[in-house]
């Protein structure tokens, strides 16, 4: 669901939605870093049988539980807290991402398997100190600007990945017949 039918649940409700929206937020976070983890687990396991096959670099992001930091939110500084380290973990898995997935292409040109990714979509990140200076100078009000980043971007994160996770298993399945 957008943001913005969440905001106007929240308004209608009186807060209600807020804490379904958070929930659904981290739980869909934990539930891609998760797999993103299981497709680089599987290029990797395929890669194993390539001869000269590239060296990568698997990594691990540990689940939130969405149940606690979703109550935390009730308390002002510990949600924008939240806001910032659900927003700084994007754009750490994204940096990771993209590095893997450039050794992949590289890998993909050198043997001659086609592989065409859509491209990367790397969402712009913000300073702790930006951050702090509007949270603190719009007296808490930055937090709806916050939260529409950070839906926004994992929506745009999800939907790319998704048309790449395609276009990587069809990578796979031409490597695994070439080599195996």
């Known amino acids: 669901m957008w943001f913005s039918m969440w905001i106007v649940l929240s308004v209608a409700s009186f807060g209600v939605a807020w804490f379904p929206m958070m929930y659904y937020m981290i739980k869909r976070r934990n539930t891609h870093f ?50 910032y380290v659900l927003k700084r973990d994007l754009n750490i898995h994204e940096e990771h991402e993209h590095d893997f997935l450039v050794q992949i292409i590289d890998y993909a040109k050198d043997s001659g398997v086609p592989l065409n990714l859509h491209g990367f979509n790397a969402t712009p990140s913000f300073s702790r100190n930006k951050y702090l200076a509007l949270s603190i100078g719009t007296c808490g009000l930055a937090a709806a600007y916050w939260l529409y980043r950070i839906f926004n971007d994992y929506n745009s994160h999800i939907k790319m990945q998704w048309h790449n996770e395609e276009e990587i298993l069809s990578f796979l399945k031409v490597v695994d017949e070439k080599f195996c």
């Open 34 to 83: 998760q797999r993103q983890q299981k497709l680089e687990a599987l290029i990797l396991e395929k890669l194993k049988k390539v001869p000269e096959k590239p060296q990568l670099n698997s990594f691990e992001t540990k689940p939130m539980n969405a149940v606690a930091w979703t109550l935390s939110t009730l308390l002002i500084v510990p949600a924008f807290y939240i806001f």
